[in-house]
């Protein structure tokens, strides 16, 4: 405490109106000692509300964002209205997205969905639309998170051999457990990129088993189909992407195109 500034607060003949105590002067600007305690408290209450909306943000609707792994960098810019709908097909695909992105809204409606068909429809378009449209509309805000499998599984390869790494097992894990809603996009994809359909490493099975089992709000998009998937995967894991799946599977054919054009030469 400083005694010598003390030494300079005098009282003032002046009454607080609200308080109704003496007021004091200091360098000449009179006050009261209980409004400016008042006012000193407000100050602490609004940085400390301040803070917690900064950290409340930091784990909901900046997690997309600033966590996410995705392959394909240009995802950042699709949403439901840049979806093109050339068919039927894709028509109906995005209504279902729509509608399930409404259904997510409710942070207690649990259930998984799944987009699954052809290479090049849109299938990750939809699941990253799907998640922007919470993030933005949920009231309270939810975390969601977009992560391409294969990617995943790449990071925390080499994070096993760079102790800094933030993909490490634990870090990851932990983050895919825990989000409201997640997207896996393109399931399937780590287990080979061969024509033929392999079984998914038992550490990969591992690492998937572990944070399916821990949700209840996952979209997937794969390739494949369900006897594909049950192929490459544990019962136990197919089991737990099918949670609630009923209703809420977008399904393409070769009704629709690639949109990711051939190139022959």
Not at 102 to 115: I, M, P, R, S, W
């Amino acid at each position: 405490m400083d005694f010598d500034l003390l030494n300079n607060v005098e009282k003032s003949t002046e009454v607080c109106q609200k308080h109704q105590i003496p007021l004091f002067t200091f360098k000449g600007q009179t006050f009261c000692p209980l409004c400016q305690k008042e006012e000193n408290r407000k100050k602490e209450l609004k940085r400390v509300k301040e803070q917690f909306e900064k950290h409340n943000r930091r784990k909901t609707i900046e997690v997309l964002e600033k966590d996410s792994i995705v392959g394909d960098e240009d995802l950042w810019k699709v949403d439901f209205k840049n979806y093109v709908t050339d068919n039927e097909e894709t028509k109906k695909a995005l209504y279902q997205a729509r509608h399930i992105a409404g259904e997510y809204l409710k942070a207690d409606y649990d259930f998984n969905t799944v987009l699954s068909g052809v290479p090049g429809t849109g299938k990750s378009h939809l699941a990253m639309s799907m998640l922007k449209a919470v993030n933005e509309n949920a009231d309270p805000m939810q975390s969601c998170l977009f992560i391409s499998v294969n990617d995943l599984f790449r990071l925390m390869k080499d994070a096993m051999s760079n102790p800094e790494s933030k993909y490490n097992e634990l870090n990851m894990v932990t983050l895919l457990k825990k989000v409201d809603l997640l997207v896996l996009d393109d399931l399937g994809s780590e287990s080979s990129f061969k024509r033929e359909i392999t079984e998914s490493s038992e550490y990969n099975q591992k690492i998937l088993f572990g944070i399916l089992n821990a949700r209840s709000r996952t979209i997937v998009t794969t390739n494949l189909s369900s006897d594909e998937l049950e192929n490459i995967y544990n019962p136990k894991i197919t089991s737990r992407i099918y949670k609630g799946i009923e209703n809420h599977i977008i399904k393409f054919t070769d009704k629709t195109s690639d949109r990711r054009k051939k190139i022959k030469f």
